[in-house]
């Protein structure tokens, strides 16, 4: 069955151009701020953050480009970084509108260097929350500026009126080229998109609905492989090593609250993640809304079982080696098998939690200096 009948995505030739910018964010986070429950040996992990610049080109030869997210600010207190304002701008290109996946800090970057012309798309609550900044607003995070003699469209749920993968879909374009999906449960409105890179394969931007990788796979379909490929280096170890690390190896250690959301007993580790959203037994959680949250990923999990979806998280290292970033297109993702040499390299990054599970299985450490 084909991604559109599955997906229930629309037929259509129309395709975007898709460009994956590494804004050079890199950072140390702790971990069970957004996963849980905790493993020892990775209690930190290192996001970057990507932004993507869409070029729509119709059958008449008219261009519009779009901005969906634009990273980290670079300093937190004065500032945020020109350097995706700057790169763009050198290219010549006209951007129609920024979307933001939401408004969080390291997704927003600088709209105000942009100019005025420049539309600012955010999801419905967004403006309730946020408009029209600091310091007219207090306890807005961001500044006036960012939104001052700007049109800002707040788009309404009505909007949503297709249903892609189970997830609300509005057609930007009007031609089945690039749709917004709600993806609610991290943030407001949390929007998601899906690029059509040819007339039959998507990338998936995913934006916070997952962050480390390990919280949308092993799933239903990508069981976690009987030996874990390292793209040009043959492979590491066996799939079954990492299952000393796996929640559900050993589920007397996980806390109960995570028992539901980890689908104990339904799955194994094997067919489930290493973790799902953070949430202490208080119920405190990062996500607006831990069971949208969780269904996101489960929509998610259904886009990144199709063969001819690519899913790229906004804050996702693993597969940065691998990307054609920008100025390169991410168009022929599919021909360069980018998804098969992706899906596994975020196992590389649990090289320090299986070393401290001390388990007897493995032959060989990660070589993870060697991929990067
Ligand atoms: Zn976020």
């Known amino acids: 069955m084909s991604s559109a009948q599955s997906l229930n995505i629309p037929p259509s030739s129309s395709t975007v151009q898709v460009s994956i910018i590494d804004t050079t964010f890199v950072a140390r986070l702790p971990t069970g701020h957004f996963m849980g429950p905790a493993m020892k040996g990775f209690e930190k992990w290192t996001p970057v953050a990507y932004a993507f610049l869409i070029k729509h080109v119709d059958s ?32 010549g290109l006209i951007i129609e509108a920024i979307i ?27 403006k309730q929350a946020f408009f029209p900044g600091y310091h007219t607003a207090t306890d807005s995070p961001i500044l006036s500026r960012e939104f001052a003699g700007r049109e800002v469209t707040e788009l309404s749920l009505a909007e949503f009126n297709l249903e892609i993968g189970g997830l609300k879909a509005l057609d930007y374009f009007g031609d089945g080229s690039f749709y917004l999906l709600s993806a609610l449960g991290h943030a407001i409105r949390h929007l998601n998109a899906l690029a059509r890179t040819t007339e039959n394969t998507f990338i998936y931007l995913a934006g916070d609905s997952v962050h480390h990788l390990s919280g949308l796979r092993p799933h239903g379909t990508n069981h976690l492989p009987q030996s874990v490929p390292l793209p040009g280096r043959g492979h590491c170890c066996s799939g079954a090593s990492f299952h000393a690390i796996h929640p559900l190896s050993d589920i007397t250690t996980v806390p109960e609250h995570y028992h539901d959301p980890l689908d104990y007993p339904n799955s194994t580790p094997d067919t489930a993640p290493f973790f799902t959203v953070s949430q202490k037994p208080t119920g405190e959680t990062l996500a607006s809304n ?27 290292a ?9 100025p390169n297109k991410a168009n022929d993702w599919k021909l360069k098998g980018l998804k098969e040499k992706g899906r596994w390299l975020f196992l590389c990054d649990f090289e320090q939690a299986l070393k401290v599970s001390r388990a007897d ?12």
């Not at 261009?63 to 937190?76: A, C, M, V």
């Not at 693993?318 to 920008?326: H, M």
């Open 60 to 91: 008449s030869g008219e261009e519009r480009s779009i901005l969906f997210d634009l990273g980290t600010p670079k300093d937190l207190v004065n500032d945020f970084p020109p350097k995706v304002a700057e790169r763009v701008k050198g290219m």
């Open 100 to 126: 933001w996946s939401h408004a969080h800090i390291d997704h927003i970057g600088r709209p105000s260097l942009f100019p005025t012309t420049t539309k600012l798309i955010v999801g419905s609550g967004i």
């Open 290 to 316: 831990i069971d949208d949250a969780r269904d996101t990923i489960k929509a998610v999990q259904r886009f990144d079982a199709d063969e001819n979806v690519f899913v790229v998280a906004a804050h996702d």
């Open 318 to 326: 693993s597969v940065r080696g691998i990307l054609d970033l920008f």
């Open 361 to 372: 299985e493995i032959r060989a450490p990660l070589p993870r200096k060697l991929i990067w």
